[in-house]
């Protein structure tokens, strides 16, 4: 079954220092995947996505993310976390097979950051 | 503005009033997907519509929920019979329908039902 897993459902971090938020996927083609972030009050946007080729794709807001297709894992890291980063993170996995475009969610890691 | 706008921003009906919500993709995208989030939860997936093909409605969790799409344009969400558990920030996203999959969501229409 695909699915996505985002193992902390939060996480506290104190500015400055370093982030690494988890996603594990199952899914049974090379996948897509993303990065979304949901400030507080705010639309859901995209940090950074990997399709193909280098498996280190660099975000916007200084994330990167890296592909691990022998771990299933898509990773986001952040070497010096802001304050305006507390916000909620969603990675996503979508497919190329078909023509069907649909993403699946993980249920998201809420992040805080302490001064 | 380019991006995907929804309408209303805020919703509130009394329980069994139907609602319904609007959402204006970007233009040129032919998939267009409805999602529902509750108070501090993930996103889950309601509806999804690509281009002229049947609409993938897996996700809609009653027979009081249903959407329509004109062409490649807006689409409405349709709640019957509102229920509390109705209440939610339902979010609309759009994408193009070849290449990649990356959606661009709207601002969401909160809706509470009291």
């Known amino acids: 079954a695909q699915s996505v897993t985002q193992p902390d459902i939060h996480i506290t971090v104190s500015e400055g220092a370093s982030l690494e938020l988890r996603c594990n996927y199952s899914?049974?083609?090379?996948?897509?995947l993303f990065w979304y972030v949901q400030s507080p009050g705010q639309g859901l946007q995209l940090l950074l996505k990997y399709f193909s080729g280098d498996t280190l794709v660099q975000g916007i807001k200084g994330f990167e993310a890296e592909f691990k297709r022998s771990q299933s894992s898509f990773n986001l890291r952040k070497p010096s976390v802001h304050w305006s980063d507390a916000a909620e993170y969603f990675c996503a996995v979508g497919g190329r097979a078909g023509n069907n475009r649909k993403l699946i969610w993980g249920l998201g890691t809420s992040l805080a950051v302490n001064p | 503005g380019a991006g995907v706008s929804q309408s209303p921003s805020n919703k509130v009906t009394e329980k069994g009033k139907d609602v319904e919500l609007r959402c204006d993709p970007i233009?040129?995208?032919?998939?267009l997907y409805w999602y529902r989030q509750r108070l501090g939860q993930g996103l889950e997936f309601l509806i999804y519509?690509?281009?002229?093909?049947?609409?993938?409605k897996s996700g809609l969790p009653s027979d009081r929920f249903s959407a329509e799409r004109t062409g490649e344009s807006v689409s409405t969400l349709t709640i019957q019979r509102t229920q509390q558990e109705d209440s939610a920030v339902y979010l609309c996203a759009s994408s193009l329908g070849s290449g990649d999959f990356e959606q661009y969501f709207g601002p969401g229409t909160r809706l509470t039902v009291t």
């Open positions: 519509f690509q281009g002229n093909s049947a609409p993938d």
């Open positions: 899914y049974g083609a090379t996948p897509y």
């Open positions: 233009s040129g995208h032919t998939a």
